[in-house]
């Protein structure tokens, strides 16, 4: 390559923000890092799209496009391409629209056999999309670009501690008390590095009055439903020079939402995971990123992490936020008042999983804990925060077992109440959906507070991760080894002894099949010696089931496996090159049925079909691969 080249590779990776770069206070040469997790992120493309067209919009998904396509660019750069494709597409329209009024209507029936016109463009002005860039900053899906941007993070982090060191600690630092404050220093600067690349959605958050009109205008049905946008007035112009991209952290939030609604969806039933959905997007609205940073986070006061966002939303917001034509009588089980337990359906958890178990183990010696003397008092505490609430029917639906009732007994559905529920108005048909979800197995979601509901994703995304091990060791070793590794799960370590018996099954079936686990890298064996000698006769032999050890094989399967599909497709596109050459003539593409010969079309429409199924199972293991590393 010549220089000219090697520059010009470098620059179009940088603005895809596919390399980083560190350049030392008087070095001649800068140091160049590949940004391995932006590249990645290139295979979740066409789902990023999918997402901001259900969200925000066609029109929102092609500017999205266009930010994919060109990387990071100016927002005059990106105004004047839309402008010059606006233009070509209005003077395509008219010059067609002539040609129609010219043209004899088709087989004289009033031109039914015409073609249908093209649509017009879907960034109807400069103003649109300006209001279009607005909102997508405003949901932190587009960012600035800064100058730490093109460093990496761990050469971000040596500047800051760097800075920190230089400023606060010139002599050293000594003593416990100075390393803590030292980390707690270089916290406070990495998260001053991040915030910069949210200048832009501040500055919309400051002028408050078009966020708030546009929320008034939508709550009354004033907004432009034809091309799904909002008045553009609305919006502040924008810099010109501001750089602006894609932010992906905040895209792998709201795929993270989706998996969880689609897992919901699975287990529940649709309006489940419809009001789920709500509920989420509600939840995160504040949140910028999926797992936090062991080192930025660190030492972040109470202020800002109550910036972030409340923790919890109400089943008011919730209700807001609902769409009047979703019928939330559906998927509810109906169940006689009698059988429901109110203060089983009524427990509310204020605290997460792990914490709330610390206050229990607390509570157990002295004086009763305030959660206790709340269940020891009569329901008038109850009818005070929701007087008007009337007990709820047990929620079942998609055969979802219905709610046990009182001392345990099952619950008949009673059909004939359907009218009755139906009746039934929507905050308390919500409430039934909130609580179907807090009971579940996978405790999709937590009563936190009277009328507040919040998601606990740690566990919730533990849970998620377990279960998608599951379904991929009954691929692997069917129904009985799936059974066994529970086994193990549930109950640490076993002594091969001691298994069969556990288990109900025969030892040589048994052994057989732990050792097709082990092989799979799904269990493991420990041998203990009993005395200083080690002799296999003499020597207990534990099986054991490592999680966390299991997630990482597979997910390093499954970059295998990606990585598979991709060579395989380049093969094919090496073996089919003279077919592939043939279809970017000008004159045969988008005619290639027509204008190529038989049998070199049957070998492209047979390519075709082998690269959709190629990058389909590469999306089916990216799902896969988010949800045990990104999620």
């Known amino acids: 390559m010549t220089p000219r080249q090697l520059r010009h590779g470098l620059a179009v990776l940088q603005q895809h923000n596919l390399l980083f770069y560190h350049l030392d206070p008087g070095a001649e040469f800068a140091t160049y890092e590949a940004n391995a997790e932006h590249a990645y992120n290139l295979v979740r493309t066409g789902k990023i799209l999918e997402m901001i067209d259900t969200s925000f919009g066609p029109a929102a998904k092609d500017v999205m496009q266009s930010l994919l396509l060109a990387g990071q660019t100016r927002i005059s750069d990106l105004v004047a391409a839309y402008q010059s494709k606006i233009e070509q597409e209005n003077q395509a329209a008219a010059l067609n629209g002539a040609n129609d009024d010219l043209a004899p209507e088709a087989n004289g029936v009033h031109g039914d056999h015409q073609p249908p016109k093209k649509a017009g463009p879907l960034v109807k002005s400069a103003a649109h999309l300006n209001s279009i860039i607005c909102r997508l900053v405003e949901a932190e899906l587009i960012d600035v670009v800064h100058a730490k941007t093109f460093e990496s993070p761990s050469d971000v982090l040596k500047i800051v501690e760097k800075e920190v060191m230089d400023k606060h600690f010139p002599s050293g630092v000594k003593g416990?008390?100075?390393?803590?404050?030292?980390?707690?220093?270089?916290?406070?600067?990495?998260?001053?590095?991040?915030?910069?690349s949210k200048s832009l959605k501040r500055k919309l958050e400051q002028n408050g009055s078009a966020a708030k009109r546009r929320r008034l205008l939508t709550g009354i049905g004033m907004t432009n439903g034809a091309n799904g946008f909002h008045d553009e007035d609305m919006d502040p112009a924008l810099d010109p020079k501001q750089v602006i991209r894609i932010n992906y952290e905040k895209c792998i939030v709201d795929l993270r939402n989706r998996r969880l609604v689609q897992f919901v969806t699975d287990m529940l039933g649709e309006t489940t995971a419809y009001v789920y959905g709500v509920l989420l997007k509600l939840l995160t609205k504040d949140i910028s990123r999926s797992r936090p940073d062991p080192v930025m986070d660190a030492g972040e006061d109470e202020e800002e992490a109550d910036a972030k966002g409340p923790g919890f939303v109400t089943t008011e917001q919730i209700l807001d936020n609902l769409k009047t034509s979703i019928d939330l009588s559906l998927g509810i089980g109906k169940a006689d008042k009698r059988q429901i337990s109110l203060r089983a359906a009524e427990k509310i958890e204020q605290f997460a999983p792990k914490s709330k178990a610390l206050v229990e183990e607390?509570?157990?010696?002295?004086?009763?804990?305030?959660?206790?003397?709340?269940?020891?008092?009569?329901?008038?505490?109850e009818s005070d925060y929701d007087a008007d609430y009337k007990p709820p029917a047990a929620n079942g639906t998609n055969g979802v077992k219905g709610v046990?009732?009182?001392n345990g007994a099952a619950v008949k559905f009673d059909e004939s109440a359907t009218l009755k529920e139906r009746r039934l108005d929507r905050p308390t048909q919500l409430r039934q959906h909130l609580l179907l979800l807090s009971e579940s197995r996978q405790r999709f979601v937590r009563h936190c507070g009277p009328d507040e509901w919040t998601v606990d994703f740690i566990p919730l995304m533990k849970a998620l991760r377990e279960a998608e091990l599951d379904s991929v060791i009954e691929q692997t070793s069917g129904r009985q080894g799936l059974r066994l590794v529970r086994i193990l799960r549930a109950k640490g370590k076993l002594d091969e002894k001691a298994l069969p018996n556990v288990a109900l099954m025969r030892k040589p079936e048994l052994q057989q099949k732990m050792l097709e686990l082990q092989t799979a890298g799904f269990v493991d064996v420990q041998e203990v010696p009993r005395d200083v000698k080690a002799d296999v006769k003499k020597s207990f032999f534990l099986w054991f089931c490592d999680v966390d050890r299991s997630l990482e094989r597979l997910l390093d399967t499954s970059y295998k496996t990606m990585v598979h599909c991709i060579q395989v497709l380049e093969a094919l596109r090496e073996k089919e090159r003279d077919v592939l050459e043939t279809t970017k003539r000008t004159d045969v593409r988008g005619r290639e049925k027509d204008t190529m010969r038989k049998e070199y079309y049957e070998r492209y429409a047979r390519f075709l079909e082998c690269e959709r199924k190629l990058f389909a199972q590469v999306s089916r293991v990216d799902d896969l691969v988010a949800v045990l590393r990104d999620f």
């Open 176 to 196: 416990n008390k100075a390393k803590i404050e030292l980390q707690e220093r270089i916290a406070q600067g990495l998260r001053k590095v991040r915030a910069e």
């Open 404 to 406: 046990n009732g009182v």
């Open 362 to 381: 607390a509570a157990v010696d002295g004086e009763a804990s305030e959660d206790e003397d709340e269940d020891e008092d009569d329901s008038e505490e």
